[in-house]
């Protein structure tokens, strides 16, 4: 079956590859899109980024109408703040993989807070770029 998956990424991913480095990596977010479609070819990817709080609500609002099976979402620093993206995922109820490239556990206090983890399938982090293959290898094990 074809799987309809939407990525999504919060604020400041548009920079990767070139924001901070030794923390997030060298590979930009296309990078990131185009190692997940090598992975699985059959799957439908779909990738968007925004910095804006409201547009990733719309993104979200989005799957309803377009069939998305899975979502896998980096909510960056929306992460540790944003109780209206969580009510975005619990009023679609799209089930959906949280993932972040650096372990937010090893980090300053206020990132251990997530706002998501209570009501995802599950968390990836740490892993850099490869978090979000871990999460479709998940996604394809179904
Ligand atoms: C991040 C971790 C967040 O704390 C941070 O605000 C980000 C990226 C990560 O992928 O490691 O922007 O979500």
């Not at 069939?67 to 979402?73: A, L, M, P, S, V």
Request: charge should be neutral; proline fraction near 4%; charged fraction near 20%.
């Amino acid at each position: 079956m074809i799987k309809k998956i939407l990525v999504i990424n919060g604020p400041n991913l548009n920079l990767l590859g070139k924001r901070e480095p030794h923390i997030y990596g060298n590979d930009t977010l296309e990078d990131i899109y185009k190692n997940m479609r090598f992975l699985n070819p059959n799957y439908n990817i779909q990738g968007v980024q925004s910095n804006h709080e409201g547009e990733l609500i719309e993104h979200i609002h989005s799957t309803l109408s377009n069939d998305i099976d899975w979502i896998i979402i980096n909510p960056a620093a929306f992460t540790h703040t944003s109780i209206a993206l969580r009510d975005a995922l619990l009023a679609v109820k799209i089930p959906f993989i949280e993932v972040h490239l650096s372990n937010i556990h090893q980090r300053e206090e206020f990132r251990h807070k997530s706002y998501f983890s209570d009501i995802a399938k599950g968390v990836i982090c740490g892993f850099g770029a490869y978090g979000y293959i871990m999460a479709l290898k998940y996604i394809m094990t179904l």
